[in-house]
């Protein structure tokens, strides 16, 4: 990026929120997978003519990259329908594949359910969850254990939204909210105002239904967007939470109510058997259904670097694939950053000033790049996120990664500041 341009841009410090950290003893849920919707599965190609938001080689099919001397090549075994690589504070979109397809998004897009809702409810509201709270929830949903009849805080609720993917918490926020539909109506608005103009909502959790679509692109403007909201930043960064249980008899016969711990479920957080968490990570959003396949939205930071990578729906169907091509899409992103020429970029929603829904820069359109072949298978003023691990107080493995210490909890309070580039005003949520 040019100095002038860096020299331009004002620059805001925000705190970090608190992480939770413990001996994890709860099983992880896997994501739900619900049957497939007719009609809702995907073509297996993309549309010969996508949109230009952000730039004319954002709406081309293949893998869009200008490459140049000291340019790294794009890894060879990156095999997502659809996957986008862009700096979170200058919105340069470094590199893109198919960036807008519109795919199923499965929970990825409780991202955008979050940035819509999560500002509307102060975090200590407390609310009685009814029998028709629950009733609407898809059948096979990811679910993080919300009861009929037991009072749970917006606290609460958020937790299981972010850590377990939960669809009953998703429900009873909607409800709060006005009810599904006033929430979808919410959602495709919110998206619109985002510029996300390949996404349609039909249910706010990504459960597969006709219809519902969104693309790379727009889950990497909805993270941007999400990600200048404190509360948001804490939850989808958050490793893992106690959550409040059913209210029973002791053996005294008095009521109590216990509690369970509950785990992030994005493995490059909370790490897994066959991969560990990834070095300057602070969320964001994963989610995986039958139509919608493994699809995700990280960001991470390194060396000043914020990068946000989005990865749809890998060909690969080895086991945390999604995460795997995402670290591997990172890793590349930060050795090509300051590099290589931008794709496009991410935009501004409408209420920026200057702000357009008109394709973006063309730079390196008719330069050294790749199209429609590279990687097999074929938004917003900034991401704050946490500092790398040398600056972080998570003894060397980034924020996203708290200490665990065995028998016991132990909350890490995050002392790095963080430094965000703005393009346009920071909202105050």
């Not at 986008?84 to 409780?110: C, F, M, Q, Y």
């Not at 059948?139 to 254990?145: D, E, I, K, L, R």
């Amino acid at each position: 990026m040019p100095a002038t341009k860096k020299t331009a841009r004002r620059t805001l410090l925000v705190t970090s929120a608190a992480l939770l950290s413990a001996a994890l003893t709860a099983p992880v849920p896997a994501v739900a997978a619900p049957k497939p919707t007719p009609g809702a599965t995907p073509t297996a190609t993309p549309p010969a003519n996508m949109s230009t938001v952000g730039g004319q080689r954002l709406g081309q099919a293949g893998t869009q990259v200008n490459l140049a001397a000291g340019v790294p090549v794009i890894p060879k075994d990156i095999t997502g329908r659809s996957w986008i690589v862009a700096d979170a504070e200058s919105g340069d979109v470094l590199a893109a594949h198919n960036a807008h397809w519109r795919l199923p998004p499965a929970s990825t897009l409780k991202m955008l359910f979050a940035d819509t809702v999560l500002p509307k409810f102060p975090r200590t509201m407390k609310h009685k969850v009814t029998d028709a709270d629950l009733a609407d929830v898809g059948a096979g949903s990811s679910m993080v254990g919300v009861k009929e009849k037991e009072t749970y805080t917006v606290h609460d609720l958020w937790l299981g939204v972010f850590l377990r993917s939960g669809n009953d918490a998703v429900h009873v926020l909607s409800h709060m909210n006005g009810g599904v539909a006033a929430t979808v109506k919410d959602m495709n608005e919110h998206a619109e105002e985002l510029q996300a103009l390949d996404t349609k909502v039909v249910s706010p959790d990504g459960y597969d239904e006709r219809g519902q679509v969104s693309s790379a692109y727009d889950l990497t403007l909805f993270a941007r967007s999400g990600l200048q909201k404190k509360d948001f930043r804490e939850y989808c960064s958050t490793v893992s939470a106690k959550f409040p249980g059913e209210t029973k008899k002791n053996k005294q016969n008095k009521l109590v109510r216990g509690s369970f711990e509950i785990q992030n479920t994005n493995r490059l957080l909370a790490g897994d058997s066959d991969i560990s968490a990834y070095q300057g990570i602070a969320g964001v959003k994963n989610g995986n259904t039958t139509n919608a396949g493994a699809t995700f939205t990280g960001v991470a930071e390194r060396g000043g670097k914020v990068l946000l990578v989005t990865v749809m729906n890998p060909e690969k169907t080895e086991h945390n694939e999604v995460y795997k091509e995402t670290a591997r899409l990172l890793d590349w992103g930060f050795r090509a950053a300051g590099k290589v020429r931008p794709v496009g970029e991410l935009v501004a929603p409408k209420g920026a000033a200057g702000s357009s829904a008109s394709p973006g820069p063309t730079e390196g359109a008719t330069g050294a790049g790749e199209a429609g072949g590279g990687s097999g298978k074929g938004g917003v003023s900034a991401s704050p996120v946490a500092k790398e691990p040398s600056q972080a107080a998570a003894g060397g493995r980034g924020m996203g990664v708290a200490l665990g210490i065995a028998g016991g909890v132990v909350v890490l309070l995050a002392g790095g500041a963080f430094l965000v580039n703005r393009r346009w005003p920071l909202r105050k949520k």
